[in-house]
Antibody, heavy 118, light 110 residues
Framework: EVQLLESGGGLVQPGGSLRLSCAAS????????MSWVRQTPGKGLEWVSA????????YYADSVKGRFTISRDNSKNTLYLQMSSLRAEDTAIYYC???????????WGRGTLVTVSS | EIVLTQSPGTLSLSPGERATLSCRAS???????LAWYQQKPGQAPRLLIY???SRAAGIPDRFSGSGSGTDFTLTISRLEPEDFAVYYC???????????FGQGTRLEIK
């Protein structure tokens, strides 16, 4: 059974940093591209970042480029999202998602809530 | 960046009825790159349809997708009580590589 379990969310002040993790199991993590997708009540679903299976290719939404860094450790079956210079508008539930063919997301974690507030 | 606009915002129907949800793109989208998701309260989205018309694993055949170019449709042939949820369309492109979602259609019980 595919499982994705996010952790690392919490309350952080504007300008602060946070690192999210996503522990994967039940599939061959090292051959799967992965993404982070976030959701806010006001803006719905927003793709944040993606990484190829070997980490060669990394992609970012314009809204987080230069502030967020995606990475993975295939030996630990874990995906990461390092977030810095956080803003109030980064407040959201952050999901990790496994890619199916191309950039379709066939499995999602339950999400971790990030709140940016003073 | 391609913008996806879903309509209607809210659809009120009864179990057993047919639901038709629309997703319109601001520019042409390859059919291969269009998906639909279902999301229930407190849950993550679930992939229903990818490649515009292919059902994901375990998805009942009452769900079907169609369309091309800028207009895509998700059809639920006979609504079951568990189908009442929010539905999102999603597309991805390669130049630049990114994914975008529609704003969602809420399917509610009439």
């Amino acid at each position: 059974e595919v499982q994705l379990l996010e952790s690392g969310g919490g309350l952080v002040q504007p300008g602060g940093s946070l690192r999210l993790s996503c522990a994967a199991s039940g599939f061959t993590f090292s051959t799967s591209a992965m993404s982070w997708v976030r959701q806010t009540p006001g803006k719905g679903l927003e793709w944040v970042s993606a990484i190829s299976d070997s980490s060669v290719n990394k992609y970012y939404a314009d809204s987080v480029k230069g502030r967020f860094t995606i990475s993975r450790d295939n030996s630990k079956n874990t995906l990461y999202l390092q977030m810095s210079s956080l803003r109030a508008e980064d407040t959201a539930i952050y999901y990790c998602a496994k890619h199916l063919n191309g950039w379709f997301f066939d499995f999602w974690g339950r999400g971790t809530l990030v709140t940016v507030s003073s | 960046e391609i913008v996806l606009t879903q309509s209607p915002g809210t659809l009120s129907l009864s179990p057993g009825e047919r639901a038709t949800l629309s997703c319109r793109a601001s520019q042409s989208v390859s059919s291969s790159y269009l998906a639909w998701y279902q999301q229930k309260p407190g849950q993550a989205p679930r992939l229903l349809i990818y490649g515009a018309s292919s059902r994901a694993a375990g998805i009942p055949d009452r769900f079907s997708g169609s369309g091309s170019g800028t207009d895509f449709t998700l059809t639920i042939s006979r609504l079951e009580p568990e189908d009442f949820a929010v539905y999102y369309c999603q597309q991805y492109g390669s130049s630049p590589p990114l994914a975008t979602f529609g704003q969602g259609t809420r399917l509610e019980i009439k």
